[in-house]
């Protein structure tokens, strides 16, 4: 699941390899938080969100194959 | 970003690309199935196809809201790869093709009802896309007028003699 949070992000921004996903649980699963190169955030989050709230779409229905339930935050 | 109206060999282009992106993202998701880009009238779509029905089925989501995000996605990244706005659709199985022609199927019901019985006829609540090719059916049938009534997430069309 990380490794699309990943590849989604990277494929956003200019600064691929600026792209950090940090993983980790909580008592409802996994969240995912991601950093991205200084200035780039929007690229991520889109206009009025719709970007991120694309990426969390699709990576929920990834996680629902493995009857998992994720949460993706965007942080500066 | 070039916002000349692209011609049909960007389009089959852009569908190429889009097809491309499709499958990496279909592989992260660690689902097995194919995306081929297709045309339809001046239209160039992407098509998922040949996978477990489950998997079609969670590609496409409540109301279409999954296929909406990888279709945003996918417009996204290949606007960014290719520096152009991206024209191409990405369905599942004719998704939206199927659904399209079936709300314009409950519409010319709805129509013919209304004049038979001279009332107005009110459809299942839908969201605004649904509503519109709603509309766009009505208005081609002689006769009848179609409105919206409610607040979303249950507003719905309400199908009616024309005055």
């Known amino acids: 699941m990380k490794e699309l949070v990943e590849f989604l992000c990277r494929e956003l921004v200019d600064d691929a390899d600026a792209v950090r996903v940090h993983e980790a649980f909580d008592e409802r699963g996994p969240v995912y938080t991601v950093t991205v190169a200084p200035g780039e955030l929007g690229k991520v989050i889109g206009r009025g969100g719709r970007t991120a709230k694309a990426i969390r779409t699709v990576v929920r229905a990834a996680a629902t194959r493995q009857h998992v339930s994720v949460r993706v935050d965007f942080e500066d | 970003m070039n916002s000349d109206v692209p011609d049909e060999v960007d389009l089959e282009e852009q569908a190429d690309a889009v097809a491309d992106f499709v499958e990496e993202l279909l592989g992260q998701m660690d689902i097995d199935a194919i995306a081929e880009p297709a045309q339809q009238g001046e239209r160039f779509y992407v098509d998922i196809l040949e996978g477990p029905p489950e998997d079609l089925a969670l590609l496409i989501g409540k109301h279409g809201q999954t296929l909406d995000a990888i279709q945003e996605l996918a417009r996204n990244v290949v606007g960014r790869r290719l520096d152009e706005r991206i024209r191409v659709l990405v369905d599942v199985e004719d998704y939206r093709k199927r659904r399209a022609s079936r709300l314009e ?11 038979a019985t001279g009332q107005e006829q009110e459809l299942e609540p839908m969201d605004a896309l649904e509503r519109k090719i709603v509309h766009d059916a009505v208005a081609s049938i002689v006769g009848v007028q179609s409105g919206s009534r409610g607040e979303d997430p249950n507003r719905f069309v309400v199908v009616s003699p024309a005055d």
Request: proline share 0%; charged share 55%; no cysteine.
């Open chain 2, 105 to 115: 199927e409950r519409a010319r019901e709805a129509a013919e009802r209304a004049l």
